[in-house]
Every structure is written in structure tokens, then in C-alpha cells.
């Protein structure tokens, strides 16, 4: 199968360390201050967007039907042992096995992104690639510690009207603030059915009992956990 030429730029922001997707001094704070084993969630989360880069670089050199993935730290696999345990690459194994092995993703998620940055970084670094045939989208979680439900609301409905028809939009899994995270995923299915999304139902996937499902930090999914958020895609693309 021959590589495909594609433009340095591309390359350049199809990176979650790339100039538009790089992680803040805020964020940093955040990751370095407040949760459980956060200096070794800062290495993990380095060196997994590191690796990221690299394969974005050779998905992007080669041929196949094209996933790009958006979202937070939960699509870099942070949490997970090792990123192939992470739901991206999990996924992706699933669609080589059911539908073909040419299949290839960019992941142009970043640890830290709220909606705002997915729609003001993320969605434009991927006008530069070539047409995707799957745009997925799982993010919110830190929106639920930072961001104001009116403004939240605002930028999910600016979200949603900006990703192409059919792509994966998933609501907010269990675990976080309930009630915030029960109003978020009302807007979410609104939004699916308003604009022609299918909504990957993290909600359902990721009920309790969740003993054993979340990582070090008691924040991001571990192995275990994200097997449920695998089942939650896999069922949203029916693979």
C-alpha cells in the first residue's frame, strides 16, 4: 500500500503537542496539584502525547479509511497501563478485525481540553487533513470542575452544529457530579438527534459497580474501566 503525500501542516497540527493543541499553565496546575499520584499522571500523560505525534505522523504517511478522534485526556488513554489499553487504539483494533484492516486514526485529543478547546483547536487542525470517514468526540469531565453551565451549554451546542453529520458524539460517564452530568447529557441527546450525530452512551456503559475501574488519580478510567468505554463506542458503531 503506497504512503500518501500529505502537507507539513497537517502534519504539524495533527499532534495533541502540536502548537494548537498544547497543554496550559492552568491545566498543569490542575493535573500537578489537586489529584492523587499527579506527577506520575504528568509523565504518563507526556509521554503518551509524545507517541501520539509519532503515530499521527505515520497514519497521516499512509492509506485507509480515516478516524480522527477528539476530545480529553480519556482519548490520549491516560489512566490506562499502557495506550493501547486507552479506548482509541482499543477501538481501532476493533474496526481492523470487523471492517478493514486499513483503518487508521489521528488523534488530535490533549490532555486538559475542555469543549472549548475541541471546538476553537481541535476541529480546525482537522480541516487540514484529508475527509475523514469517522469523527468521534468524548469530552466534558473537566468542563464539570471548570467551566459555568451556561457557558458549557453554549459551547456544546456551538460543538455539535460544527462536527459533520453522522459523526460520534458521547455523552458524560457515571462517576462524576450526577447532577451536572445528568443535565450536560440531556443537552447532549438533544444535540445528537438536532444534528444528525449518533451518541455514544458512556452514561449506560460506565454504571456501577465501579470498584476496580479507575486508575491511581480516582479521576481517569484504568484498564478495566476503559473497557467499558470500548463497549460504549463499539456499540455506537455496531462493530
Known sequence: MGARLVPKDAVAHATPAGPRARVGPKVRT?????????????????????????????????????????????????????????????????????????????NLSATGARTADVLDRQIPAMTSLPPPALVTCAVGADDLLRTPQADLEEVLRRLAARLPRGSLLANLPQGLSRRRSEAVNAIVEELVEAHGLVLVDLWRHTAPPWRGKFA???????????????????????V
Open 216 to 238: 491511581a488519580d480516582h479521576f481517569h478510567p484504568n484498564d478495566a474501566g476503559y473497557r467499558d468505554w470500548v463497549d460504549a463506542f463499539c456499540a455506537a458503531l455496531d
Open 30 to 106: 490542575w493535573l500537578g496539584g489537586l489529584l492523587p499520584g499527579a506527577r506520575a499522571r504528568r509523565i504518563q500523560s507526556a509521554t503518551y502525547a509524545r507517541e501520539w505525534v509519532d503515530d499521527n505522523r505515520a497514519a497521516l504517511a499512509s492509506e485507509g479509511p480515516l478516524w480522527v478522534a477528539l476530545g480529553d485526556s480519556t482519548a490520549q488513554g491516560v489512566g490506562a497501563s499502557t495506550r493501547g489499553n486507552g479506548y482509541v487504539l482499543a477501538v481501532l483494533r476493533r474496526l481492523r478485525a470487523k471492517r478493514d484492516p486499513a483503518w487508521r486514526v489521528v
